[in-house]
C-alpha cells in the first residue's frame, strides 16, 4: 500500500486532505481512483490507513479507517555529521541513511572537503531533504529523518554536544571500536562524525577528541566516505537495538 506524509493541519476529524504535489502523483502517475486505500503519516510516528473519496485536479481527499503508531523508527537516534562528498554522493548517502534508521543528517564543511556549496546550499539542502522524504515513504518510516543546513566542523561539534555518545571513525585509531562503544553506551542519541575524500584534517581531530568524541576504527579496512557512515550507523542500530 503506497506511503505518503502530510502535516496534522490537512487532517480535520476523519478527513486527510493531501497537498497539490501528493495529490499529483497519486491521481495521475499511480491513477488512484475513489475506493482506493493508502497509508499517511504525520511525521510524528503515527500512520492513517485511509479510503480515497474524493480526486481533482489538484487535491486528493481520503477518509481515517484506522490509526495506529508506527513501529518502524529505531530507540536509538543517530545524528550522522557527513563531511561534505564529491559530486551527488550526498544524495546517496542521505537516501540509504534514511532507509536503515538514520534520524538526523548534518552535512559539514570540513577542511579536506572540494565542495564549497556558497550560495547553491539553500537549493541543496531543499533537494536533499526531498530525497529523506522519497525515502521514508519507499522504507515506512513514521517521521521524516531532517537534513540541516551545511555547518562548519566547529559548529557540528558544538551541535552534537545534546547528544548522550559521540563517535568517530578515524582510520589512525587503533583501539577502540564500534564493540566497545556499544558496550559502554548509556543513552539513546548519538553522534557519528565522518569525514570527505580526504580524512579529517589533523587539526579537527584533535578539536574532537578535546571536546569529548571518541575515535573508533572500522577495521583494517578505509572505507569511502559514502560506505563509513551506513555501515556505522547499521552496526550501532544492529548491536544496541539487540539489547532493547
Not at 564529491?86 to 565542495?115: F, T, Y
Amino acid at each position: 500500500m503506497p506511503k505518503y506524509f502530510t502535516s496534522p493541519e490537512s487532517i480535520n476529524g476523519d478527513t486527510i486532505t493531501l497537498d497539490e504535489e501528493t495529490s499529483l502523483h497519486l491521481s495521475r502517475v499511480l491513477r488512484c481512483k475513489t475506493g482506493d486505500m493508502i497509508t499517511v503519516g504525520d511525521g510524528s510516528d503515527i500512520d492513517y490507513e485511509c479510503e480515497i473519496t474524493e480526486v481533482t485536479k489538484n487535491a486528493v481527499t481520503a477518509r481515517i479507517i484506522d490509526k495506529h503508531l508506527n513501529l518502524n523508527e529505531p530507540d536509538v537516534k543517530i545524528t550522522l555529521y557527513q563531511g561534505l562528498p564529491k559530486s551527488d554522493k550526498m544524495e546517496l548517502i542521505i537516501q540509504k541513511c534514511v532507509e536503515i534508521g538514520v534520524d538526523r543528517i548534518v552535512p559539514v564543511s570540513m577542511a579536506r572537503s572540494v565542495v564549497k556549496l556558497d550560495k547553491k546550499g539553500d537549493k541543496k539542502t531543499e533537494r536533499w531533504n526531498k530525497i529523506s522524504l522519497s525515502a521514508a515513504k519507499q522504507c515506512g518510516r513514521g517521521r521524516i529523518p531532517e537534513v540541516a543546513n551545511v555547518m562548519t566542523f566547529r559548529q557540528a561539534v558544538e551541535d552534537s554536544r545534546s547528544c548522550d555518545g559521540r563517535l568517530m571513525p578515524y582510520e589512525n585509531e587503533q583501539k577502540n571500536g564500534l564493540k566497545s562503544f556499544c558496550d559502554n553506551f548509556k543513552g539513546k542519541s548519538i553522534a557519528v562524525f565522518i569525514g570527505p575524500e580526504g580524512g579529517f584534517d589533523p587539526s579537527e581531530t584533535e578539536l574532537a577528541k578535546a571536546d569529548g568524541i571518541t575515535p573508533v576504527t572500522l577495521g583494517k579496512r578505509i572505507l569511502r566516505t559514502e560506505t563509513a557512515g551506513l555501515v556505522t550507523a547499521v552496526i550501532l542500530l544492529h548491536r544496541l537495538e539487540e539489547e532493547q
